[in-house]
T-cell receptor
């Protein structure tokens, strides 16, 4: 079983749609959770951290369910510029070692 | 200017050659990392360093070595390149935020092809 699992997609949605991605992680000791965005052939960039109580940044909402060990990302009112691969990222364990485990990514294509 | 730079950006080499990928950062971060990315596998950690005197193996260190020449520089070497080391390589840096959260900042990547 992969340590961080995501549906690779692609998710093809029209502009304005709401889309949700889920991610599961295997290490119950993990304490830090993130969503990174990666455009084609570019470097990953932090989209948002994920906090226990859930958090929102504009059109993006992240949720964490520790009991089920899954993380979600909701994108409302999708824009063409949201087309990218979204990486679910979890730290390795309970201490902040800086070692991150990356999911393989979920690809989103927003169509006009 | 970019905060994290990598050279070269693209490299084609032959099996058995030694090559070095270089990473520099101007963010003043202590922590630096080398990853490789392969289709369908996500990013995997090769080596990481928390300061100049600290080097640690990651998930897939076999066939690679690193050197932390200064706080700002972290180089990755392939001693004898083989075709399955063909991949996209990323360098990253990080520093701890208050509360223990840590953001990693990535360089633009080096695309390596081993023939």
């Amino acid at each position: 079983r992969k340590e961080v699992e995501q549906d690779p997609g692609p998710f093809n949605v029209p502009e304005g749609a709401t889309v949700a991605f889920n991610c599961t992680y295997s290490n119950s000791a993990s304490q830090s959770f993130f969503w990174y965005r990666q455009d084609c052939r570019k470097e990953p960039k932090l989209l948002m951290s994920v906090y226990s109580s859930g958090n929102e940044d504009g059109r993006f909402t992240a949720q964490l369910n520790r009991a089920s060990q899954y993380i979600s990302l909701l994108i409302r009112d999708s824009k063409l510029s949201d087309s990218a691969t979204y990486l679910c990222v979890v730290n390795e364990g309970s201490s902040n070692t800086g070692k991150l485990i990356f999911g393989q990514g979920t690809t989103l294509q927003v169509k006009p | 200017d970019a905060d994290v730079t990598q050279t070269p950006r693209n490299r084609i080499t032959k099996t058995g050659k030694r090559i070095m990928l270089e990473c520099s950062q101007t963010k003043g971060h202590d922590r630096m990392y080398w990853y490789r990315q392969d289709p369908g596998l996500g990013l995997r950690l090769i080596y990481y360093s928390f300061d100049v005197k600290d080097i640690n193996k990651g998930e897939i260190s076999d066939g690679y070595s690193v050197s932390r020449q200064a706080q700002a520089k972290f180089s990755l070497s392939l001693e004898s390149a083989i075709p399955n080391q063909t991949a996209l390589y990323f360098c990253a840096t990080s520093d701890l935020h208050r509360g223990g959260q840590e953001t990693q900042y990535f360089g633009p990547g080096t695309r390596l092809l081993v023939l």
